[in-house]
Structure formats: structure tokens, C-alpha cells
């Protein structure tokens, strides 16, 4: 076999009921392109029947395929980390396991990279998903564009191209929570965007709940900006001098003009508890803030392994052996 040029790391959690569909679509896209090619595939842990899934396709193209088997969920980031730990390639291509990301589009983005980007981006035409996450996204791809100094117009596009390059200085970063295509971006020299297409999820169900999202959206920010921190510091030396000045205000008033009438609207405008309410909401937010980042810094200092991996399959003998010992685990169970 012809060492690959082209690595493509594809994230698999419980996605049993797409898989058979994505390998009908994937291999053929890929074979098309006549480049020596590899494909990873990362189970994070599935508890459906995904890594048998996995383990057969291995069987059948164990010429162009590696499976990666976690012992447990930690995430679609660190899953395509560990396909860039292990990968051979040039060039490495991720996407989605639930054919969101049209394999047929993999062409274009090394096309984009021919041309000498090191980075391609894909941007969705249009977004199959339900209406709110569509909605959120927008709203967090514009704070951040504001808050950070990643420039991309769609960050929850999975499928991109990076060069080897790129993904090797993402896989030496020893970042625990991160968001891979904000952390790559910022080791790019080049980067570039296109429009690449993006259908419904084939089967099964999206494995992000609003709470997965917020807290994703949490690593991103607090991975790639502090202004969230300052932004607070801020905001808390505006209410101190307003504070400040409405209190000299008030004394004066006492003291001097207590006829004048103009001053009573300020008594309607001002509610303490209201005001006490909203001060102490945003001192709970603030706090929450400071302990999302404290909490990463944590679990950061531990310096435990990122993931732990039960087995590789890269060779017919791995992938009897793993079959073996996951059918005990089974029958012990
Ligand atoms: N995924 C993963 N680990 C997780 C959640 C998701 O590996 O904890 C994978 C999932 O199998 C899929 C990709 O990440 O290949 C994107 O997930 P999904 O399609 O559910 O996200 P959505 O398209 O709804 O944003
Ligand atoms: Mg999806």
C-alpha cells in the first residue's frame, strides 16, 4: 500500500444507524479521487453497535482503514485529536459520521488546498437543521467574531481540510477542552473558505442537547478569548462609578435643591430591589464566568490523559482480538 496522502478523520459516536450509509457513500467518494488515502474512524465510546459497525468495515477495507476505540465518551474534539495523533497523511479532511457533510465535497476542499492554502474552511449553502440551532449559531459565530480574532464564517462546519502541519501543531497542543477548528485556525498561514453543501442528518438523532451546545460554546469562548473576564471588570468599575456619582447626586440634592421638582424622576426610575435583583444576577453570572475558566484551568493542571484508548484496529489480528475481548465483556456484563 502506497503511504496515504490524504487522512480523513471521522468522529463516531452511536451512530449505528448511519454508518452502513456513510461507508456506501464514503469509499466510492474517496477511491474516485485517486490519491492514497486513509480513513480513521474515532468511536467515542458508543454504546450502540457502532464499533462491530466499524470493526466489520475495517474487515472489509483493511487496506485504507483504522479504527480508533475509545473506552469512553470524551467528546467529538478530542476524538478527531486522536485521529490527528495517529494519522499518515499530507492532508487531513474531517467530517461528520451522519452524512451532514456530503463526502463528495472532500475533492473540492484539496482542490482549495492545490492552490496553496493551508486551511480550507467549508461554509454550509444552506443548514438542514431544526430552526433554534440554526438561530444560536448565528448568534455565536457573531460574538465570536467579536470576542475572538478567529475569522471564519461558519465555525460549526465540521468539514474542513487542514495541511499535516496544522494538524500536528493541534494535536501537540495539550489542551484539554478546545474547539478544533478555532484551535487550528489560529496555527494557520493561509486560510480560505468554500461553500460546500449540507444535507439532513441520514439517521439517528443529533448527539448535541442544548446543554452539550452550551457548554461547547463555553470551550470556545473561554479557549480563545478572555474579554468575557474583562468585559466583567469592566462592567464593574461602570456600576462603581455610577454608583458613586448618583450617591453625590443624591447627597447634593438633600443638602441644596431639595425643592426642585426635575429631581422626582429619578425617584420613579429608581427600583433598589429591582436594581439589587439585576447587580446580583450579574455578580452570579460573573462567578459562574470566572469558575467555566477556572474549572478548565483545572482540569488542565491534573494533566491527566486526555482520552484512553481500549483498542486500534490497523491490523486483521487487532481486530479479531478486540472482537474477542469485547464479546467477553459482554457475556460478563
Ligand atoms: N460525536 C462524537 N462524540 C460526541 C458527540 C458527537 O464523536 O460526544 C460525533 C457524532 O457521531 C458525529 C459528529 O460528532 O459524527 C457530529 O455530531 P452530531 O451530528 O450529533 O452534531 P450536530 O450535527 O447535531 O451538530
Ligand atoms: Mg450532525
Not at 39 to 61: K, M, P, T, W, Y
Request: hydrophobic letters at 45%; one cysteine or more; charged letters at 20%.
Amino acid at each position: 500500500m502506497a503511504a496515504p496522502q490524504l487522512s480523513v478523520v471521522i468522529p463516531v459516536y452511536n451512530e449505528e444507524a448511519g454508518l452502513p450509509a456513510l461507508f456506501a457513500r464514503l469509499y466510492p467518494a474517496l477511491d474516485a479521487l485517486q490519491v492514497p488515502y486513509e480513513v480513521i474512524f474515532v468511536n467515542d465510546g458508543s454504546r450502540d453497535h457502532s464499533a462491530a459497525l466499524l470493526r466489520e468495515q475495517f474487515l472489509a477495507r483493511p487496506d485504507v482503514t483504522r479504527v480508533v476505540l475509545f473506552n469512553a465518551n470524551y467528546g467529538q474534539h478530542l476524538a478527531i485529536i486522536a485521529g490527528f495523533e495517529r494519522m499518515r497523511g499530507a492532508r487531513v479532511v474531517t467530517l461528520d459520521a451522519d452524512l451532514q457533510n456530503p463526502p463528495e465535497e472532500i475533492g473540492r476542499l484539496l482542490t482549495a488546498m492545490d492552490a496553496g492554502y493551508d486551511y480550507v474552511g467549508g461554509v454550509r449553502r444552506t443548514r438542514e437543521d431544526v430552526w433554534w440551532r440554526r438561530a444560536a449559531s448565528r448568534a455565536m459565530n457573531g460574538v465570536r467574531e467579536r470576542i475572538t480574532r478567529i475569522r471564519m464564517t461558519d465555525q460549526g462546519c465540521m468539514l474542513r481540510a487542514y495541511s499535516r502541519d496544522i494538524a500536528d501543531a493541534v494535536a501537540a497542543s495539550r489542551e484539554v477542552s478546545t474547539y478544533i477548528p478555532a484551535l487550528a485556525y489560529t496555527f494557520a498561514n493561509n486560510p480560505t473558505e468554500i461553500d460546500v453543501g449540507h444535507e439532513e442528518r441520514a439517521a439517528g438523532e443529533s448527539k448535541y442537547s442544548l446543554y452539550k451546545l452550551i457548554r461547547l460554546n463555553f470551550d470556545l469562548v473561554t479557549g480563545f478569548s478572555l474579554l468575557p473576564l474583562q468585559l466583567f471588570s469592566m462592567f464593574g468599575m461602570l456600576v462603581s462609578a455610577l454608583s458613586l456619582a448618583a450617591y453625590i447626586v443624591v447627597i447634593a440634592y438633600r443638602l441644596i435643591v431639595s425643592e426642585w421638582q426635575g429631581f422626582a424622576t429619578l425617584q420613579v426610575l429608581w427600583d433598589r430591589d429591582i436594581l439589587a435583583f439585576f447587580l446580583i444576577g450579574m455578580l452570579l453570572f460573573g462567578l459562574g464566568l470566572i469558575g467555566e475558566y477556572v474549572g478548565r484551568i483545572y482540569q488542565q493542571v491534573r494533566e491527566r490523559p486526555r482520552y484512553t484508548v481500549r483498542a486500534m484496529l490497523e491490523t486483521p489480528e487487532a481486530a479479531t482480538r478486540d472482537d474477542a475481548a469485547h464479546d467477553r465483556a459482554v457475556i460478563t456484563r
